[in-house]
C-alpha cells in the first residue's frame, strides 16, 4: 500500500488525492445530469459547499462527542498567544487533520445539498420540490463519488480492509519499511492477505451508479430515486461488513456499527419511496434541446 506518493521533498497523502478525484468524478456526473435534465445549475458549486460542509460537519460531530476533550485541544492550539499565529494555525490544521465522523457529514452535507436545490431551482421548482430534485440529481454522482472515495482507504491503508484470506485477489497492506510505503493500520499478523474490502465498494458503487443513471433518464416521483439510492447503497454497505475487520458491537457481537447505519439506510430508503411514490414527476428536455427550442431575437 502507499499512503503517500514521494514527489522529491513532498509526500502527497493518496487519501486526499482519492478524496478529491471522488469529488471530481462526482462533479462530472453531476453536471452531466444537470445538462440532460433541462438545469443550468452549477455541479461545480454545488459540490464544493457539499464537501465543505460535510469536512466541517463530520469535524463538528466528532469534536461535539466529547466537549472536554475539545475545550482542552482548544487551550492548547491558541496557548503560543497571538504574538505567534504561525504556531497557533499550525496547532490547528494538526488538529484539525484527524477526527472526523461519518454521520455529521452526511447530515451537513445531506442538508447542504437541499439547500442547494432550494437556491439554484432546478427546472424551475422550489422550496421542497427544489431539494427534492437535487437530492435526485445527486443520487448517481454521490454513488459514484463514494466508489471512487473508497479506493482511498485501499491504497492509504487506514484499516478499512478486509478480514484474512487465501484468496488469489488477496492483498498485503504492507510495502517497504519506511513511513511512507507502509499502510497506517496493519493487519494481523502484519504479513497476511487480506479481503480487499474497498474494491468490492467500488464495484458495487459502480454498478450502483450505473443503475440509478439509467433510472433517473425515466421520469419518476420526486424524491423516489433518492430513495432507491438509501436502500441500495445501505444494503452494499452491510454486506460487505460480513468480510470487514470492523468489530461486531450490537446485537450479540453479530453486527457492527456500519451494519446498524447501513440498516437505518435501507429502511429509511424504503420509507422514502413509499412516502414520495406518489409524487409528481418532472419531465424535462436536456438544454441543448431547450436552446434550440427557445425563440429567435427579434
Known sequence: ????????????????LMLWLAAVCGTVVLHRNF??????ADALNVVTMVVLAGIVGAKLWHELENVRDLVAA?????????HHPQIVLFNFLHWFQAGFAWYGGLLAGVSTLMLQGVLAKPNGLTGRRAALRMLDFAAPAAAIGYGVGRI????????????NTTLPWGVHMMHGLTQYTRALVLPNPPTAAVQPTPIYEFLFA?????????????????????????ALSGIG???????RINPRIYFHHTLSNAQVAALGSVVFGV????????NEAI???????????APAPA
Open 35 to 40: 445538462v440532460r435534465n433541462g438545469s443550468d
Open 271 to 278: 420509507a422514502m419511496m413509499f412516502v414520495t411514490r406518489h
Open 1 to 16: 500500500m502507499y499512503p503517500y506518493l514521494n514527489l522529491g521533498f513532498a509526500h502527497i497523502g493518496t487519501f486526499g
Open 206 to 230: 459502480v454498478a450502483l451508479a450505473w443503475w440509478l443513471w439509467k433510472r433517473a433518464s425515466k421520469p419518476l416521483p420526486l424524491g423516489f430515486l433518492t430513495g432507491e439510492y438509501l
Open 237 to 243: 454497505r452491510f454486506l460487505v461488513e460480513f468480510v
Open 74 to 82: 482548544w487551550r492548547d492550539i491558541l496557548y503560543p498567544g497571538l
Open 152 to 163: 482511498g482507504c485501499l491504497t492509504s491503508g487506514d484499516g478499512d480492509y478486509g478480514i
Open 283 to 293: 419531465i424535462s428536455q436536456p438544454l441543448s434541446k431547450l436552446a434550440k427550442d
